[in-house]
């Protein structure tokens, strides 16, 4: 009886484990973008940090970085408090968000999460935080089916509207869309086209597909941008920039402890030269 109950204990446990993974295998494939590297690019940095508080500091908080860490990426003092002190007093204090909790959960349903680590968080089978970051600020579109008007091609639904609107511009969206066809009627699969244009308004186009050997899949495919500060290129650079500077927060010292790295890796070669002559003049006599 206690064998069959400590079976049983480990079949429950090994199920709950393993329920994670059971979970990403059965999703869908996410395709990300290689996010551009900017760590190291102290300009593109510093337009990041600028990107983020006139932008994304009104509604995300970075509680675990303190405006005083701007000086890592080659701001000064005086410019912290001249330009990017926007919600608190002091260098030293953190990046604090003005939107009160309670009225975020009002209007987005959801309070928005702070950003400190988000582009760590983000990490996943299908690329770094910094690739799903770059993929989705580039992939909102108009939905006029959506409360604040907009919907996301890597976050589909997403609560948040497209903050960075007035420098991307309007742009059309289509996905293309294989499934097997439902209900009654011949089995098979059928195609569908589900078009967005730069209002929002969705059209929808269903094709039935001869023959029985059509896999499931989507695909999308966005349309040129249009009425915004930035070309989709210049855009595109902003969003890396941003990214990076996000990536930054996730850890300021990253720099610093690769850095550090290289001089442990030489320390290491040299203690493991002396090593090795030690243990030679050490075992020389026992031959």
Known sequence: MKATAMRTFRAVVCATALAPLGVLAAGAELHLDRAPDRSGDTAALQHGAKLFINYCLNCHGASFMRYNRLRDIGLTEEQIKGSLLFTADKTGEPMRTALRREEAKRWFGAAPPDLSIIARARASEFGSG??????????????????????????????????????????????????????????????????????????????????????????????????????????????????????????????????????????????????????????????
């Not at 609107?165 to 089995?187: D, H, Y």
């Not at 790295?261 to 075992?283: H, N, T």
């Open 130 to 287: 910094a690739d799903w970051l770059y993929t989705y600020l580039r992939g909102f579109y108009r939905d006029e089916s959506r409360p604040t008007g907009w919907n996301n091609s890597v976050f589909a639904n997403v609560g948040m509207p497209h903050v960075l609107w007035e420098l991307q511009g309007g742009r059309s969206f289509q996905v293309e869309q294989v499934r097997a066809r439902s209900g009654k009627g011949p089995t098979g699969y059928e195609k569908v086209v589900a078009t967005y244009d730069e209002e929002g308004r969705r059209t929808e186009k269903v094709e039935p597909l001869a023959g029985a050997d059509h896999g499931e899949g989507a695909r999308t495919d966005f349309g040129p941008a249009r009425g915004g500060k930035l070309d989709q290129a210049e855009y595109d650079a902003a969003v890396a920039d941003l990214v990076g500077f996000l990536v930054f927060m996730g850890e300021p010292v990253a720099g610093w402890r690769k850095q550090l790295g290289i001089y442990v890796l030489i320390a290491l070669g040299v203690l493991a030269v002396l090593s090795y002559a030690l243990k030679r003049e050490y075992w020389k006599d026992v031959h």
